[in-house]
């Protein structure tokens, strides 16, 4: 079952775009390694994966594959051998529920704050 409930992030921002969990099997492919990992979640603008092995550190450009679908991104967060991935061009609503099943999550409404 999807969980579509909203998540504030560390600024007290909503994130744009809802998270739908995945559990569907992935590569993760950086300049250096190729990994294979579970897709935890996912939305049109990132995912979060579990992977066998020490995810790339902060920064790094990678490639996720899973299933027909090649997204690029970047890490911007990894704890153990977990990581977070934004990708660089949102996916659609369909690519994410080609890979996710069931009916397209809305979107958030962005709340922005000044630092």
Same mark, same amino acid.
């Given at each position: ?53 020490? &995810? ?16 690029? =991104? ?9 990581? =977070?991935?934004?990708?660089?061009? &949102? ?17 958030? &409404? ?6």
């Amino acid at each position: 079952m999807a969980d579509l409930r909203a998540r504030t992030d560390r600024f007290g921002n909503r994130r744009r775009f809802r998270r739908v969990e995945s559990g569907q099997r992935l590569i993760l492919i950086s300049v250096a390694s190729r990994m294979d990992g579970v897709l935890q979640d996912l939305s049109q603008s990132g995912a979060r994966v579990s992977l066998r092995m020490t &995810p790339p550190r902060r920064g790094r450009d990678v490639l996720l594959r899973w299933g027909s679908q090649e997204i690029f =991104g970047q890490v911007v967060w990894s704890s153990g051998n977990e990581a =977070g991935v934004a990708f660089h061009k &949102p996916i659609s609503p369909e690519e994410l529920v080609d890979t996710v099943g069931g009916e397209v999550p809305a979107a958030l &409404p962005v709340g922005r704050r000044v630092l």
